[in-house]
């Protein structure tokens, strides 16, 4: 059955940088790609950014241009997201996705990782 | 402030029908698939409806999902108390060339 599993819990003070794990299985991994939406207390979800699975093309949204980086090991299945220069506002659960997506849109996730609660603070 | 408006809480009584709106764009709902997702406080979303209309393997048809023109409908008949959860719909944005979510509606089930 597909499976993204997630690394743990982070903490981290204001301006440090975090990266996230998420292994994919279950399914040909080069057949799709993976998302990472955050989801702030209390708050609604937000897409970040997507990574293909075959040829590690990626699309950010444009809120995280310069601070984030995905990035997928292929030997290995897992996806990783980095995100730089963090404040207070990028406490939130991160959660990795199984996405389509073809050269001009995305098709939503299908499956989903448990997520990890990043905590920023000092 | 989420690119695409749902209502945010919606009530129905046991066995009713309740349905659930998001409304966006040309740039958005107009032009790309819908998706429909249900969550329970502390867990992932999970995927109801995806292509608008389409349901994935295992998910009842008391769920079901529908678009016209710049809005989309979530529909849920026969509630039950596990219904009870926070929905989101979500699509593509052609002009942020990024994945746009509601901000979220809260099922009670009265």
């Known amino acids: 059955q597909v499976q993204l599993v997630q690394s743990g819990a982070e903490v981290k003070k204001p301006g440090a940088s975090v990266k996230v794990s998420c292994k994919a299985s279950?399914?040909?991994?080069?057949?799709?790609?993976v998302d990472w939406v955050r989801q702030a207390p209390g708050q609604g979800l937000e897409w970040m950014g997507w990574?293909?699975?075959?040829?590690?093309?990626?699309k950010y949204a444009q809120k995280f241009q310069g601070r984030i980086t995905v990035t997928t090991d292929t030997s290995t299945n897992i996806v990783y997201i980095e995100l730089r220069g963090l404040t207070s506002d990028d406490t939130a659960v991160y959660y990795c996705?199984?996405?389509?997506?073809?050269?001009?849109?995305?098709?939503?996730?299908?499956?989903w990782g448990q997520g990890t609660l990043v905590t920023v603070s000092s | 402030q989420s690119v695409l408006t749902q209502p945010p809480s919606v009530s129905a009584a046991p066995g009713q029908k309740v349905t659930i709106s998001c409304s966006g764009s040309s740039a958005n709902v107009g032009n790309n698939f819908v998706y429909w997702y249900k969550q329970l406080p502390g867990t992932a979303p999970k995927l109801l409806i995806y292509?608008?209309?389409k349901r994935p393997s295992g998910i009842p048809d008391r769920f079901s999902g529908s678009k016209s023109g710049m809005s989309a409908t979530l529909g849920i008949s026969g509630l039950q108390t596990g219904d009870e959860a926070d929905y989101y719909c979500g699509t593509w944005d052609s002009n942020s060339l990024s994945g746009v979510f509601g901000g979220g509606t809260k099922l009670t089930v009265l």
């Open positions: 292509e608008n209309n």
């Open positions: 996705g199984r996405e389509f997506c073809d050269t001009t849109r995305c098709f939503g996730p299908d499956y």
């Open positions: 279950g399914y040909p991994f080069s057949n799709y790609g």
């Open positions: 990574i293909d699975g075959n040829d590690g093309n990626t």
